[in-house]
């Protein structure tokens, strides 16, 4: 992979309009991965963003601002899911890009991946039935004070599509505990009325978890893809507010 994006420009005119802040999405890609392409072209409707990929054998992240694992199937999913690509060399950098506090997002594939790194808590266990599932699915939105959902409202309801084999979600009772008192989880599955049951878990996740923060609220992994909501001709918009709510708090710094 050697796509990149670069921002910035030369100095303006005197006179002229200041050049525009972009943000730098740096896209990881593993052997196996099949969103890199979803992400790309989600994050380059909006017009803030420069979204380019990033080779997991690379050792840096080319200026990201915001660094996004995507979903699909790292290293074929052998062993367990992401477990081998944790020790990709490029996940050096993003550990130590998140503990410096650079925002990280996980979808799908890339939140197992975060798991295994022991960036976010839990592991990923196979769906409940034991099937592959893929539709459309409600999340409530549990909080929006984390640099991933600014734009939404906390019990806000979400339409963003659900598209795994492994997304069942769970924790020790330590970490549960930890977890619930530090409000860690940002998404549940929910019915259209916003109501947690176990009829809108779609994969056995312990307390319908579809998404969960760090401690310091900078690593998000989500299960659901909002790259795939990002436009009204793929059927909804719901996903925009993840990734807008990352521009929003880059360009706030």
């Given at each position: 992979?050697?796509?990149?994006?670069?921002?910035?420009?030369?100095?303006?005119?005197?006179?002229?309009?200041?050049?525009?802040?972009?943000?730098?999405?740096?896209?990881?890609?593993?052997?196996?991965?099949?969103?890199?392409?979803?992400?790309?072209?989600?994050?380059?409707?909006?017009?803030?963003?420069?979204?380019?990929?990033?080779?997991?054998?690379?050792?840096?992240?080319?200026?990201?601002?915001?660094?996004?694992?995507?979903?699909?199937?790292?290293?074929?999913d052998y062993l367990?899911?992401?477990?081998?690509?944790?020790?990709?060399?490029?996940?050096?950098?993003?550990?130590?890009?998140?503990?410096?506090?650079?925002?990280?997002?996980?979808?799908?594939?890339?939140?197992?991946?975060?798991?295994?790194?022991?960036?976010?808590?839990?592991?990923?266990?196979?769906?409940?039935?034991?099937?592959?599932?893929?539709?459309?699915?409600?999340?409530?939105?549990?909080?929006?004070?984390?640099?991933?959902?600014?734009?939404?409202e906390v019990g806000?309801?979400?339409?963003?599509?659900?598209?795994?084999?492994?997304?069942?979600?769970?924790?020790?009772?330590?970490?549960?505990?930890?977890?619930?008192?530090?409000?860690?989880?940002?998404?549940?599955?929910?019915?259209?009325?916003?109501?947690?049951?176990?009829?809108?878990?779609?994969?056995?996740?312990?307390?319908?978890?579809?998404?969960?923060?760090?401690?310091?609220?900078?690593?998000?992994?989500?299960?659901?893809?909002?790259?795939?909501?990002?436009?009204?001709?793929?059927?909804?918009?719901?996903?925009?507010?993840?990734?807008?709510?990352?521009?929003?708090?880059?360009?706030?710094?």
């Amino acid at each position: 992979m050697t796509a990149k994006t670069v921002s910035g420009a030369a100095s303006a005119e005197p006179g002229a309009e200041a050049p525009r802040r972009m943000v730098n999405f740096g896209i990881v890609v593993f052997p196996g991965s099949n969103c890199e392409y979803d992400a790309h072209h989600a994050l380059s409707t909006f017009p803030e963003a420069a979204p380019h990929y990033l080779w997991h054998k690379d050792h840096d992240l080319d200026g990201a601002d915001v660094v996004v694992l995507p979903g699909g199937f790292s290293y074929g999913d052998y062993l367990r899911t992401g477990a081998i690509a944790r020790f990709s060399p490029i996940m050096r950098e993003v550990a130590a890009f998140a503990r410096a506090g650079g925002p990280v997002l996980g979808i799908c594939n890339g939140f197992q991946i975060l798991a295994e790194a022991h960036l976010v808590h839990g592991a990923l266990l196979q769906n409940r039935g034991l099937k592959f599932i893929c539709h459309p699915q409600y999340l409530k939105v549990e909080r929006n004070d984390t640099p991933f959902t600014r734009r939404f409202e906390v019990g806000q309801v979400i339409q963003v599509p659900v598209n795994h084999n492994e997304g069942n979600w769970t924790a020790g009772s330590e970490s549960l505990r930890q977890i619930e008192e530090q409000g860690l989880v940002v998404f549940r599955y929910c019915d259209e009325q916003g109501n947690v049951t176990a009829e809108a878990n779609p994969n056995g996740a312990v307390d319908n978890v579809a998404g969960i923060v760090n401690e310091t609220g900078n690593v998000l992994g989500m299960m659901p893809h909002p790259e795939r909501v990002c436009e009204d001709q793929v059927g909804g918009t719901d996903g925009r507010g993840v990734f807008g709510s990352l521009i929003d708090h880059i360009l706030e710094r």
